[in-house]
């Protein structure tokens, strides 16, 4: 819908996004709408989250804070007093949003298919949640009447993507998850045509997931000299080239539909880095080095993963639930309430002796908890002097090692959590934080097949065996994406070290509002004009400081945890 408000900004999100495919892509004639964008606007990478994990990256760039302030630091996090993990949502935030920020200063917002935005808040506007809303089904929508009319207008449209993982020799299952991946991102397209023209705003985005989902599963396919490459992978040579093009073709649209009275932002919550055929189990690694103990030598041949009755009792489970209609799932649960809770907490450590472990990894990123007294419900780590000790001796340890083929370091940086972050939520941050070396190794922290032995920290599989796990043969890396185009804007010109922080601090600018003096982003005043900035310096406000939310008792309902931890698996975020 025509506005003729000066200050309007659309941004468009591309999901793991990166200037690695991009620049040479530009340059061969490839991507002509973004190489439009880079002519006439200001790009650069844009370093993400650590680790550069969607859920904290995302809602980072929604609130210009750190992980340690608003409190979101994964898909999942502990339950208080246990070591269990659950699922996080939205209601898991502390911090307003951009669009609730824009919402308060009465501008008018769109916000169509932002990750970690469920359930979706009030805005000034509407607001259409991500991938973290459970279900269709699910009141996915404010205001709640809008899920109908764009359910009507949009009869494709989905929250996310369906498919199964792509198994190795089952073309059906390839061609299945392409052709879903590519179907939801036409149907989120007319969407966000549907909905810009329906109604006004001010400010509009919408976040494409295509080319993360691409760039995971067919990376090896594009890559000649992917170590997992095998014969016939050429057949997707093209995958993502094409998700790029298509991707470019929707911000050609944007530019010729928006016209010169908007300022238009793309941005990606992290980059893309190929993966191999070389596994890092941390579990094991901290037990070989005497900081974790398994009950008995029968277990710790699994010491990578879960003994063979978790694995039988997470499948178990898992074919019990899916052979089951809604109404007897649900009926199952209020009948036995806690037996879920029970298989899934035995699944993550069964085997583990607490009361002889010092140290330990839970979550499915690179990092280490201290089974500390007084947080951990049978920690043996005091706090303080031993603490301290401690976390300095793994990060010594850390430093030794080493690729068994290579002999090179496996691990570049380790970080203690307060080096990188702080907060009231820096209890919810692990203790040490890993930056494995830039060699594409995989990390797992529990389950892998449970009936095959664990005894090395890191394993060396056969490019069969890995796909036979269906893994998936790209990851994340730390740099993403930032592009800005529109009136004040300097042409050509490329950022350096912007932050996914900076982006809700910079976007309020672009919009004329002031910005709270609370957030850890900063204005990235290089890429305006000086006759811009000028005319418009940055203005800050002062926030009332406020006592933190207690986030870690809000998450969903048991039924809608399931379904977002199953499409975290077909993602490839849970092993």
């Not at 970690?116 to 805005?123: A, D, G, Q, R, S």
């Not at 009869?155 to 991946?181: C, K, M, S």
């Not at 990894?361 to 000790?389: F, H, T």
């Amino acid at each position: 819908m025509s506005d003729t408000n000066k200050e309007r900004v659309f941004v468009l999100g591309l999901d793991g996004a990166t200037l690695e495919l991009m620049l040479p892509w530009v340059r061969q004639g490839r991507l002509p709408n973004l190489a439009r964008l880079m002519a006439d606007g200001a790009y650069g990478k844009l370093r993400s989250t650590i680790h550069p994990m969607t859920a904290q990256a995302w809602t980072s760039f929604m609130t210009g804070k750190n992980l340690g302030k608003h409190g979101l630091v994964d898909f999942f996090m502990r339950r208080p007093g246990t070591y269990e993990l659950q699922v996080v949502n939205a209601m898991s935030r502390d911090g307003e949003s951009l669009w609730g920020l824009l919402s308060q200063a009465g501008k008018r917002v769109s916000v169509l298919n932002v990750p970690m935005t469920y359930p979706p808040e009030p805005v000034n506007g509407f607001l259409v949640a991500g991938m973290d809303a459970p279900t269709q089904e699910s009141q996915f929508t404010y205001p709640p009447q809008l899920k109908e009319e764009l359910l009507k207008a949009v009869p494709e449209y989905r929250i996310e993507a369906g498919g199964r993982r792509p198994v190795p020799g089952d073309e059906e299952r390839w061609r299945e998850f392409l052709e879903e991946t590519w179907a939801a991102a036409e149907a989120r397209f007319e969407a966000t045509k549907y909905l810009m023209h329906r109604y006004p705003w001010d400010f509009f985005m919408v976040v494409f997931r295509a080319t993360d989902r691409v760039q995971h599963w067919f990376w090896k396919h594009m890559d000649p000299q992917h170590p997992l490459r095998i014969p016939g992978d050429e057949k997707y040579a093209d995958v993502i080239l094409r998700t790029y093009e298509r991707m470019d073709e929707v911000l050609g649209y944007l530019l010729d539909e928006l016209g010169d009275g908007v300022s238009v932002v793309v941005v990606s919550d992290h980059g893309a880095i190929p993966v191999g055929h070389k596994v890092i189990y941390l579990n094991t690694w901290l037990a070989q080095q005497g900081f974790l103990k398994f009950r008995s030598d029968s277990t710790s041949r699994v010491l990578g993963g879960t003994n063979p009755v978790s694995g039988f009792l997470w499948k178990s489970w898992r074919r019990m639930k899916r052979s089951l209609p809604a109404d007897k799932r649900r009926a199952l649960k209020a009948a036995f309430p806690r037996l879920e809770r029970k298989v899934t907490s035995h699944l993550t450590f069964a085997d583990v002796d607490w009361t002889q472990t010092r140290a330990y990894a839970m979550e499915q990123r690179e990092a280490i908890w201290i089974n500390l007294e007084g947080r951990e419900p049978q920690g043996r780590v005091k706090p303080g002097d031993e603490y301290e000790s401690l976390r300095d001796e793994i990060i010594e340890r850390l430093r030794g090692f080493t690729d068994p083929e290579t002999n090179q370091p496996m691990v570049e940086t380790v970080y203690k959590r307060e080096e990188l972050y702080h907060g009231p939520h820096l209890d919810k941050v692990p203790d040490l934080l890993l930056l494995l070396a830039e060699a594409g190794y995989r990390y797992r922290v529990a389950r892998h097949d449970p009936s095959r032995e664990r005894k090395q920290a890191v394993e060396i599989l056969g490019s069969r065996q890995v796909m036979t796990d269906y893994r998936a043969n790209a990851g994340h890396a730390l740099d993403g994406v930032c592009m800005f185009w529109g009136e004040g804007i300097r042409a050509g010109y490329e950022i350096e070290g912007a932050h996914i922080m900076d982006m809700a601090p910079t976007i309020l600018h672009l919009m004329g509002e002031d910005i709270p003096n609370d957030m850890d982003g900063r204005v990235l005043e290089q890429i305006f004009a000086p006759q811009f900035l000028a005319s418009r310096p940055a203005a800050f406000r002062d926030v009332e400081p406020k006592e933190s939310v207690d986030i870690a008792q809000k998450t969903y309902e048991s039924e809608d945890e399931q379904e977002v931890l199953e499409r975290l698996q077909g993602l490839g975020y849970l092993d």
